[in-house]
C-alpha cells in the first residue's frame, strides 16, 4: 500500500475553507546570534498593548549523574512569552528567534501577515537588524470527523498512512507517523506529522496533519525580498496540504 493516495485535488489555499481545519499557525524566524536576554526583556515590553499577558521562558542546564552524586541544575531566562487577553494570539520574543502565533478561530492568511509584519518591524526597530538563519512555517490542523462507532479509516481523509497488514477490518485505532523530505525547488523542506488524535468534538475521531515548512538556505537580508520568501513559502504550504487531504475531507471543510 503506497504511503501517498492518489487522491489529491488542484491546489488551493486551506485558509477559504468554509471550516478550516487550522488550530495554530506559526511564523518563525531564527537567528545566527544569540541576543542577550535582557535586551529581549526590554524589547519584549514595547508588545504589551496587544499582548497584556507576559510569561519568562526558561531554560534547564545541568549535569545528571548516577549514583550519589548530587544533582545541580540551573535555569536561565530564554525568552518573553506575549500573549493577548483571549490567549489566542501570540508573540514569542527570544534570544535566539522570534515567532507569531495564533490559535483557533484562524483569521486568515491576510490579518496574519499584516500582524507578523507589524510585529516584526516593532521586534527589528527594538532589537536592530540580525542575520536570519531559519524561517519556519508550521500549521497544525485537525481532521473532525463524525464517529461511525467503527473506528477510523486514515486513508479516507489523508494521502500518507501507514500500510495495513493484511487482516482484520480497514479501520484503526491508532496511529502515528512522520515523513520529512524536501519541497518543490526553493531549497524548502517540510516535515510531516500524522496522528489520531482525541477529538474535543462530541461524537467525532480526529486525525492530525502538522505541516512544518522550512528553509535555512538564500535568506534574504532585505526586508521586502524576505516577505517575498515568507508569501511564497505559503503557496508552497497549500501545495502540500492539499497534496496531504482527500475529497472527503475537503467535504468536512466546506461544511
Known amino acids: 500500500m503506497p504511503l501517498w493516495g492518489s487522491q489529491c485535488g488542484e491546489p488551493s489555499d486551506v485558509e477559504n475553507y468554509g471550516k478550516p481545519p487550522i488550530v495554530e499557525a506559526i511564523l518563525e524566524f531564527q537567528f545566527e546570534q544569540e541576543i542577550a536576554y535582557e535586551r529581549v526583556q526590554k524589547a519584549s515590553a514595547k508588545f504589551s498593548r ?44 527570544r534570544v535566539k528567534s522570534f515567532s507569531i502565533a495564533e490559535l483557533a478561530p484562524y483569521s486568515g492568511w491576510d490579518v496574519f501577515l499584516q500582524t ?47 500500510p495495513k497488514p493484511g487482516f482484520g477490518p480497514d479501520q484503526i485505532d491508532f496511529y502515528t507517523m512522520q515523513v520529512q523530505m524536501p519541497v518543490g525547488h ?41 516577505w517575498e520568501k515568507v508569501g511564497a513559502m505559503r503557496v508552497q504550504k497549500n501545495a502540500v496540504f492539499e497534496a496531504c487531504i482527500t475529497d472527503d475531507s475537503r467535504e468536512l471543510f466546506r461544511q
Not at 126 to 154: F, T, V
Not at 195 to 211: F, K, Q
Request: proline residues 6%.
Open 186 to 226: 526553493d531549497s524548502l523542506q517540510v516535515t510531516i506529522n500524522t496522528a489520531t488524535v482525541a477529538s474535543p468534538i462530541p461524537n467525532a475521531n480526529s486525525l492530525l496533519l502538522d505541516l512544518d515548512l522550512y528553509t535555512t538556505v538564500d535568506i534574504p537580508r532585505r526586508e521586502d525580498h524576505l
Open 50 to 93: 496587544s499582548y497584556p499577558i507576559s510569561e519568562t521562558e526558561f531554560e534547564i542546564q545541568g549535569n545528571i549523574e548516577l549514583g550519589s552524586q548530587r544533582v545541580d541544575l540551573n535555569q536561565r531566562p530564554v525568552g518573553v512569552k506575549l500573549s493577548s487577553s483571549d490567549r489566542a494570539k501570540l508573540t514569542l520574543a
Open 116 to 162: 507578523a509584519k507589524t510585529n516584526w518591524e516593532i521586534w527589528r526597530k527594538a532589537i536592530g537588524s540580525q542575520q536570519i538563519s531559519r524561517i519556519g512555517m508550521r500549521y497544525i490542523n485537525r481532521i473532525d470527523i463524525p464517529n461511525d462507532g467503527k473506528g477510523i479509516m486514515p486513508s479516507r481523509y489523508v494521502t500518507m498512512f501507514p
